[in-house]
C-alpha cells in the first residue's frame, strides 16, 4: 500500500520559517515528481512546488506567490521531500498536501497518483 506522510506544519508568525517533510512508502518513486500543494478555506487546490528526479538530472518548480521564499527538496534514497518555507505571510496558511506521480503537467493536480492527509500550516498576522 502506498502512502505519503506530511509533517512539520503548525502555526507561526509572518515572517517566521516552517520545513514541511513527506515520506513516501510502498513502492520506488524513481523518476516521479514529488510536489506540494496547498488549500485554504473556500479556495481551490492550487500548485507550489515540484521536483522531478529524472535521468537527466533534476527539474524544480515554483509557483510565483512562493518564488525565492519556498525551497523544494527531495531525498531519494529514502523516498522523502520537503518544503522549506521562509518569509511566512498570512495568505500563506492552508493546508498543504505532499502529492507524488509521473506526470507531464507539474502544476496539474489531476496527474498526481498519490497524495499525502495533509497539515495544516497558519501564519498569524
Known amino acids: 500500500q502506498v502512502r505519503l506522510v506530511e509533517s512539520g506544519g503548525g502555526l507561526v508568525q509572518a515572517g517566521g520559517s516552517l520545513r514541511l517533510s513527506c515520506v513516501a512508502s510502498g513502492r520506488t518513486f524513481g523518476g516521479s515528481t514529488m510536489g506540494w500543494f496547498r488549500q485554504a478555506p473556500g479556495k481551490e487546490r492550487e500548485f507550489v512546488a515540484a521536483i522531478t528526479w529524472s535521468g537527466s538530472g533534476r527539474s524544480l518548480n515554483y509557483a510565483d506567490s512562493v518564488k525565492g521564499r519556498f525551497t523544494i527538496s527531495r531525498d531519494n534514497a529514502k523516498n522523502t521531500v520537503h518544503l522549506q518555507m521562509n518569509s511566512l505571510k498570512p495568505e500563506d496558511t492552508a493546508v498543504y498536501y505532499c502529492?507524488?506521480?509521473?506526470?507531464?503537467?507539474?502544476?496539474?493536480?489531476?496527474?498526481?497518483?498519490?497524495w499525502g492527509q495533509g497539515t495544516q500550516v497558519t501564519v498569524s498576522s
Open positions: 502529492a507524488a506521480g509521473w506526470v507531464t503537467t507539474l502544476r496539474s493536480s489531476d496527474e498526481y497518483n498519490y
